[in-house]
């Protein structure tokens, strides 16, 4: 079996159960212990494992594990900056487009900044405030009960006012994405604030940098399918991006610099 490929297959069996032990990766991929220890040990470095004594787990220790804003504004900023500028290349002068919660979706915010006549949708306080005060700009903010350290909205006000608005674009954030669990959230809460996002965008866009691939939230929020595009940083395996690409997931892979 190539490397990429019996990569890839380790990583599906750990997205199947969030942990597992070398005996049972060698058992299953057919391959000395030794062999296994070096693919983890690949896949640490890049972000999506974490090495136990014995074997893996996925990053999140939890799937209802919640990540703060702040803890999630220090990792991969260069990343998140790249897909940005990307993302807001496809926001036209008076466009309406909705914005998710979230780090990336804030830095895109701040790109839009140089855009004109946008009206903008989010549960994102922080995106309210860094788009409200832009000349030309109308921003709602979705209201609903404020998530606290998270600074969104959520709840049935915010599902009843999203239900019934219509947008250029949505750019959407996620906490997982697997080949067999799809896109997914942390907590249970937000699901369906997100999928009334994405109902209201003519173009669904997800924003996620690479930690978030191998990764599964505790419930789910779309199939890798539902999405115009996948937008991602450069660095990914060939072996991984190959595998969402057959998966049906449309991969925009962006580049960033060192």
């Known amino acids: ?9 380790l990583l599906e ?8 032990d070398v005996a049972r990766l060698s ?3 057919d391959v000395s212990p030794a062999t296994v220890r070096r693919d983890l040990q690949y896949l640490e470095q890049q972000g999506f494992l974490r090495r136990t004594h014995g074997g893996a787990v ?4 939890s799937t209802a594990f919640y990540p703060q804003h702040e803890n999630k504004l220090q990792h991969h900023q260069a990343e998140k900056a790249a897909i940005a500028r990307v993302a807001a290349g496809h926001v036209a002068n008076g466009d309406v487009i909705v914005l998710d919660s979230g780090t990336t979706t804030l830095l895109l915010a701040k790109e839009l900044r140089v855009k004109r006549d946008l009206t903008i949708v989010t549960t994102d306080l922080k995106i309210a405030l860094e788009l409200t005060d832009v000349p030309g700009f109308e921003v709602i903010c979705v209201g609903g009960t404020v998530r606290p350290r998270s600074y969104n909205t959520l709840g049935t006000f915010a599902e009843r006012m999203l239900s019934e608005l219509h947008a250029n674009h949505t750019f959407l954030g996620a906490d997982g994405i697997d080949l067999v669990a799809g896109v997914t959230n942390a907590t249970v809460t937000e699901v369906a604030v997100k999928r009334l996002m994405m109902r209201s965008g003519r173009v669904v866009r997800l924003l996620a940098d690479r930690s978030k691939f191998g990764r599964i939230g505790l419930a789910k929020v779309a199939d890798l399918t539902d999405f115009a595009e996948i937008m991602t940083g450069s660095g990914l395996p060939a072996e ?3 595998g969402y690409e057959a998966a049906g997931a449309r991969l925009v892979v962006v580049e960033v610099e060192p």
């Open 1 to 9: 079996m190539l490397p990429d490929h019996r990569r890839k297959k």
């Open 13 to 20: 069996v750990l997205g199947l159960s969030g942990a597992a």
């Open 27 to 29: 058992a299953t991929l």
């Open 58 to 61: 996925l990053p999140f220790e």
């Open 240 to 242: 991984v991006e190959a």
